[in-house]
């Protein structure tokens, strides 16, 4: 979407992406934070695990359960940038509707 300047108020020409195009990102990046919300499952991860583990020596599955722990806060990390992404874009929409309605 394009709109014309408008010198009166000192605003330059612009290009804008449609609130389709933005209202689409959305909806892939909250399918991902979905995706991640399901990684940080670590507590259901461990209690599936403890049966396996409880036959072995602690020296074995301490190093899983850090792998686990790590591959969470990985996803947790990835969580809050998904999240930083997708407030931009609610902000990048208010400003176009904004654009539109004016």
Do not use: F, K
Not at 20 to 43: G, Q, T, Y
Not at 72 to 84: D, F, G, H, K
């Amino acid at each position: 979407m394009y709109t014309c300047m408008n010198t009166n108020e000192g605003q330059p020409p612009r290009l804008y992406r449609s609130p389709s195009e933005i209202h689409r990102d959305m909806v892939c990046i909250s399918a991902r934070i979905r995706e991640n919300e399901e990684m940080l499952s670590v507590h259901n991860l461990l209690i599936e695990m403890i049966p396996i583990w409880a036959e072995q020596s602690p020296e074995r599955w301490i190093p899983e359960m850090e792998a686990t722990v790590a591959e969470a806060t990985e996803a947790l990390e990835n969580l809050r940038r998904l999240q930083y992404a997708l407030e931009q874009l609610r902000l990048e929409l208010e400003e176009v509707r904004c654009i539109m309605n004016s």
